[in-house]
């Protein structure tokens, strides 16, 4: 079973900077992606960045230039540095993991529980 533990949201204010940390346990292997989303008050939840095991990454055009997705793949740990939040960035972020098929394993999807990130004006 697969758990995603996140840590690291809060309150900041409009130019500060967040670093939100997502711990991951179980049986990760193969092909994966690591990711995190964000959902605002009645917004859809929106993919933020990801980063595949070989070290892609892709961002939202929004916090391109302000975030910066990395993972520590011995540890199965995932981060988000967060530069120049602004109050638009307010929302609960969510880790995700991505398996993808391999050999028999079909497409799992697993999510953490969410952390808040307030950025006040």
């Known amino acids: 079973q697969v758990q995603l533990v996140e840590s690291g949201g809060g309150l900041v204010q409009t130019g500060g900077s967040l670093r939100l940390s997502c711990a991951m346990s179980?049986?990760?292997?193969?092909?994966?992606?690591m990711g995190w989303y964000r959902q605002a008050p009645g917004k859809q939840r929106e993919l933020v960045t990801s980063?595949?095991?070989?070290?892609?990454?892709n961002y939202a055009d929004s916090v391109k230039g302000r975030f910066t997705i990395s993972r520590d793949n011995a540890k199965n740990t995932v981060y988000l540095q967060m530069n120049g939040l602004k109050p638009e960035d307010t929302a609960v972020y969510y880790c995700?993991?991505?398996?993808?098929?391999?050999?028999?394993?079909?497409?799992?999807?697993?999510w953490g529980q969410g952390t808040q990130v307030t950025v006040s004006s």
């Open positions: 980063i595949s095991n070989g070290g892609i990454t």
């Open positions: 995700n993991l991505v398996l993808f098929p391999w050999g028999t394993r079909p497409r799992s999807d697993y």
């Open positions: 179980g049986s990760i292997f193969g092909a994966n992606a």
